[in-house]
Structure formats: structure tokens, C-alpha cells
């Protein structure tokens, strides 16, 4: 069973920076991809980034495009997301999760396990 656990939100304003972590206790990640994904109040979650296992091929969404960054330390067992220039609409409560396949994936579908969330909130 792969555990996961988001850190990193808060309140920060347009144009601020947050850097989201997702660690995991137990199975190692090094073999899955990992994808982060957000869920506004009132709308469906949807895909931000994603990583494939061995880090050298990565997805984003086109509305985070050029502000954010995911990255992850197979190492440390970590994935992050560095965000940059954020904007109001970027509120939401942001998901970490785990694919067993390694490739990466936009699909909620195609994620197996999932943290709890963490809040960030952007003020304009």
C-alpha cells in the first residue's frame, strides 16, 4: 500500500510562489509516475502536472504552463511542485497521486493511490 502525503499550501498572494511536497511512507515511488492534481470549490478535479519514474518526461496543463514545475527525488521518496506567478485561479485543494504504470498520464483514471489534499489559496 503506498501512502501519500501532501505539505506546503497556505495563503500567499498573486504573483507568489508556493512549493508543494508529496512523501510517501512504506513502498517506495521511484518505480511510479506521479501526477499532482487540484479540485477548485464547485468544479471537478482536474490534471496539473504530471512525471514519469525515472523524472526525464513530464506533463503539464496549459493553464499552469511556464509557472509551474514538477520535479522528484527518487532518493528521498518526494515529488514536488514549484509554483510560480500564481494567480486566484489557481485556488484549490491540491492532490498528490501515484501511478503503477511509469508513464505519465492526465487521467484521474489513471492514478491508483491519492493523498488528502493540501489548501492553497492565492489573493488577489
Known amino acids: 500500500q503506498v501512502q501519500l502525503v501532501e505539505s506546503g499550501g497556505g495563503l500567499v498572494q498573486a504573483g507568489g510562489s508556493l512549493r508543494l511536497s508529496c512523501a510517501t511512507s512504506?513502498?517506495?515511488?521511484?518505480?511510479?509516475?506521479m501526477g499532482w492534481f487540484r479540485q477548485a470549490p464547485g468544479k471537478e478535479r482536474e490534471f496539473v502536472a504530471a512525471?514519469?519514474?525515472?523524472?526525464?518526461?513530464?506533463n503539464y496543463a496549459d493553464s499552469v504552463k511556464g509557472r509551474f514545475t514538477i520535479s522528484r527525488g527518487n532518493a528521498e521518496n518526494t515529488v514536488s511542485l514549484q509554483m510560480n506567478s500564481l494567480k486566484p485561479e489557481d485556488t484549490a485543494v491540491y492532490y498528490c497521486?501515484?501511478?503503477?504504470?511509469?508513464?505519465?498520464?492526465?487521467?484521474?483514471?489513471?492514478?491508483?493511490?491519492w493523498g488528502q489534499g493540501t489548501q492553497v489559496t492565492v489573493s488577489s
Open positions: 512525471i514519469n519514474w525515472s523524472g526525464g518526461s513530464t
Open positions: 497521486a501515484a501511478r503503477l504504470a511509469g508513464n505519465v498520464s492526465p487521467y484521474l483514471t489513471g492514478y491508483d493511490y
Open positions: 512504506g513502498r517506495t515511488l521511484s518505480s511510479y509516475a
